[in-house]
């Protein structure tokens, strides 16, 4: 099976930074991961994805996030981050890292796989 590991959540105060990376393994060796990104949820509203990036480096933001985070990859470490500045009371919630279209040595994974979700709270 695939696992995706998230670290990186805390408590910050508004208009600072915090980084969140997640690792993803698997118990067969992983060769590729299609999409990789981050979603975040509020109490009382839905999931959202704040960003995401492809195989080829291709990027997506939330609007909303689009200027202060940024997502990045390593795909020889089966890990992706997500660096955010300028936090303000709107980004708390539970972040989850997600992995789309996962590829082993011996089999495709053609579904989403989500970590366990990390809380960030900004205070005010």
């Known amino acids: 099976q695939v696992q995706l590991v998230e670290s990186g959540g805390g408590l910050v105060q508004a208009g600072g930074s915090l980084r969140l990376s997640c690792t993803v393994s698997?118990?067969?060796?992983?060769?590729?991961?299609?999409?990789m990104g981050w979603y975040r949820q509020a109490p009382g509203k839905q999931r959202e994805l704040v960003a995401s990036v492809n195989i080829g480096a291709e990027t997506d933001y939330a609007d909303s996030v689009k200027g202060r985070f940024t997502i990045s990859r390593d795909d020889a470490k089966n890990t992706v981050s997500l660096q955010m500045n300028s936090l303000n009371s709107d980004d708390t919630a539970v972040y989850y890292c997600?992995?789309?279209?996962?590829?082993?040595?011996?089999?495709?994974?053609?579904?989403?796989?989500w970590g366990q979700g990390t809380q960030v709270t900004v205070a005010s």
């Open positions: 997600n992995a789309y279209n996962v590829h082993t040595s011996s089999k495709q994974y053609l579904v989403s796989f």
């Open positions: 698997g118990s067969i060796r992983i060769r590729s991961i299609d999409d």
